[in-house]
């Protein structure tokens, strides 16, 4: 499956930014698609997932301010990310895999595709 996140951009602090991430080349239904994020000097993290029956998962720090969604039929998954913070500025990273286990789907080495990013920086 390829994968083409989109949306980022510059925003100020509080605002939001709605994020995609389109998949093409399998069913898409079949996978579970995480994002994650790596600011620079840092190690990329878990920011949410959706899993194949729809549930979906946050990081602590991100709870209640982040929406993760998907719509099978555009074979596309959303992050809605509301609240904005400098701190969540960062290249924003899809990632999907159809084999993954509930255990590992925080974690990034346990997805086979990515996208390629896209950045988001949140002006103070």
């Known amino acids: 499956v390829q994968l083409q996140a989109s949306g980022g951009g510059l925003v100020r602090a509080g605002g939001s930014l709605r994020l995609s991430c389109a998949a093409s080349?399998?069913?898409?239904?079949?996978?579970?698609v995480g994002w994650f994020r790596q600011a620079p000097g840092k190690e990329r993290e878990f920011v949410a997932v959706?899993?194949?029956?729809?549930?979906?998962y946050y990081a602590d720090s991100e709870k209640g301010r982040l929406t993760i969604s998907r719509d099978n039929a555009k074979s596309t998954v959303y992050l809605q990310m509301n609240s904005l913070k400098p701190e969540d500025t960062a290249v924003y990273y899809c990632?999907?895999?159809?084999?993954?286990?509930?255990?590992?789907?925080?974690?990034?080495?346990?997805?086979?595709?990515w996208g390629q990013g896209t950045q988001v920086t949140v002006s103070s």
């Open positions: 990632a999907a895999d159809q084999s993954i286990i509930l255990s590992s789907i925080t974690r990034a080495q346990y997805y086979y595709y």
């Open positions: 959706i899993r194949r029956s729809g549930a979906t």
């Open positions: 080349g399998r069913t898409f239904s079949n996978y579970v």
